[in-house]
């Protein structure tokens, strides 16, 4: 029986041994009430990671995104975004619900934008425009293929943004990702940043939570918008307590997922595999029939995911080894025919 070697999501994790020991010791309190302290502790210490001056705690990173928008925009406005971004594949129009915002695609370079064409794409004030009031950036971008958007560019968008009148909101989902590859402080990427989102059950491996980062002043309306989308959660610090052990324990061991997604990469490209060299946790390999192969493999005991007809999605994290790798590339050496 072929080791089973699930690749569909870095999502997939399960809480390590002593992750789930900081679960059962953290300190809990109604946070509703402020009272958690682990929550309180975890907020904090995201907020001094990303250079700002709070943090919110919420269940999930579609919330945190949700959440950025609704405080940075009025009903009516238009948020800019690269055309592969969150948001706007998947989660589930909520933009439009919840914020009553439309929302103006700029297509990038596998998911990274040019701070020129941003700048194209804010219109002139006009009576028959949706008035642009935020650009939203994704970093790493997820459908772009865990790809990172410079420091540098972070500052040049942020920097277009600004000049135009706009606000900036990151979707770091995955930003510790694209700390680890270039070796910047996550700091960095988030300087001109007016709001930040932030996930926990990505590649650090929590079972649940995600953060809106930004100034007091946007957090306490952020806290607000959480409590009216049913997001104020009691004795959360059960789940914070894995987001803080993560933060300190799961940044810097990414640099594996990195590493074993290349050599799955280079492996498949000697197979005669054609994907795009990967610049974090993420492969996208191009083939004729992507939902075919994806069931092929499954067979084989290798789970991915086909995001388009022609596109599979390999991920690694913290769940796969350097022998799941292998194994992973020996099947797809035995579906290649
Ligand atoms: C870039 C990006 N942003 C936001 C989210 C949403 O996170 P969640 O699944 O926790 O709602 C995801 C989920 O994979 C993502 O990839």
Request: with cysteine.
């Given at each position: 029986m072929p080791l089973t070697v699930d690749l569909r999501s870095d999502t997939l994790t399960r809480p390590t041994p002593e992750m789930r020991a900081a679960m059962f010791a953290a300190e809990l309190g109604d946070d509703v009430f402020g009272e958690d302290p682990t929550v309180n502790l975890l907020e904090a210490k995201?907020?001094?990671?990303?250079?700002?001056?709070?943090g919110l705690f919420v269940?999930?990173?579609?919330?945190?995104?949700?959440?950025?928008?609704?405080?940075t925009t009025q009903p009516g406005d238009e948020v800019i975004l690269e055309s592969g971004?969150?948001?706007?594949?998947?989660?589930?129009?909520?933009?439009?619900?919840?914020?009553?915002?439309?929302?103006?695609?700029?297509?990038?370079?596998?998911?990274?934008?040019d701070p020129d064409m941003v700048r194209d794409a804010v219109r002139p004030p006009n009576v028959h425009h949706a008035?642009?009031?935020?650009?939203?950036?994704?970093?790493?971008?997820?459908?772009g293929?865990?790809?990172?958007?410079?420091?540098?560019?972070?500052?040049?968008?942020?920097?277009?943004?600004?000049?135009?009148?706009l606000l900036a909101h990151l979707d770091g989902a995955r930003l510790w990702n694209a700390t680890v590859a270039v070796?910047?402080?996550p700091s960095a990427f988030t300087a001109g940043f007016d709001v930040v989102s932030v996930c926990f059950s990505k590649g650090?491996?929590?079972?649940v939570g995600s953060a809106v980062v930004g100034s007091a002043r946007l957090i306490e309306h952020a806290r607000r918008v959480r409590k009216m989308l049913g997001g104020g959660m009691r004795q959360a610090g059960v789940l914070a307590?894995?987001?803080?052990?993560?933060?300190?324990?799961?940044?810097?061991?990414?640099?594996?997922?990195?590493?074993?997604?290349?050599t799955l990469w280079e492996g498949l490209t000697e197979l005669g595999f054609s994907a795009s060299a990967p610049e974090t946790n993420m492969i996208y390999v191009e083939v004729p029939d992507a939902p075919k192969l994806a069931s092929r493999l499954g067979q084989e005991g290798v789970r991915a995911i086909a995001l388009a007809w022609a596109r599979l999605r390999l991920v690694t994290h913290l769940d796969v080894d350097d022998a799941q790798i292998a194994a992973a590339i020996a099947a797809f050496g035995r579906v290649r025919g």
């Amino acid at each position: 029986m072929p080791l089973t070697v699930d690749l569909r999501s870095d999502t997939l994790t399960r809480p390590t041994p002593e992750m789930r020991a900081a679960m059962f010791a953290a300190e809990l309190g109604d946070d509703v009430f402020g009272e958690d302290p682990t929550v309180n502790l975890l907020e904090a210490k995201v907020a001094a990671l990303l250079g700002k001056e709070a943090g919110l705690f919420v269940p999930s990173g579609t919330m945190a995104n949700q959440i950025a928008i609704r405080c940075t925009t009025q009903p009516g406005d238009e948020v800019i975004l690269e055309s592969g971004a969150h948001p706007f594949h998947y989660e589930a129009g909520g933009a439009a619900v919840i914020s009553g915002v439309t929302l103006r695609l700029v297509p990038g370079n596998r998911g990274v934008l040019d701070p020129d064409m941003v700048r194209d794409a804010v219109r002139p004030p006009n009576v028959h425009h949706a008035p642009a009031r935020l650009l939203s950036v994704e970093n790493t971008a997820n459908r772009g293929g865990g790809t990172v958007t410079p420091v540098a560019t972070c500052a040049a968008l942020t920097e277009v943004a600004h000049q135009a009148g706009l606000l900036a909101h990151l979707d770091g989902a995955r930003l510790w990702n694209a700390t680890v590859a270039v070796g910047a402080p996550p700091s960095a990427f988030t300087a001109g940043f007016d709001v930040v989102s932030v996930c926990f059950s990505k590649g650090l491996g929590a079972p649940v939570g995600s953060a809106v980062v930004g100034s007091a002043r946007l957090i306490e309306h952020a806290r607000r918008v959480r409590k009216m989308l049913g997001g104020g959660m009691r004795q959360a610090g059960v789940l914070a307590g894995a987001c803080v052990y993560a933060l300190d324990h799961h940044i810097g061991r990414l640099a594996e997922d990195h590493r074993r997604a290349r050599t799955l990469w280079e492996g498949l490209t000697e197979l005669g595999f054609s994907a795009s060299a990967p610049e974090t946790n993420m492969i996208y390999v191009e083939v004729p029939d992507a939902p075919k192969l994806a069931s092929r493999l499954g067979q084989e005991g290798v789970r991915a995911i086909a995001l388009a007809w022609a596109r599979l999605r390999l991920v690694t994290h913290l769940d796969v080894d350097d022998a799941q790798i292998a194994a992973a590339i020996a099947a797809f050496g035995r579906v290649r025919g």
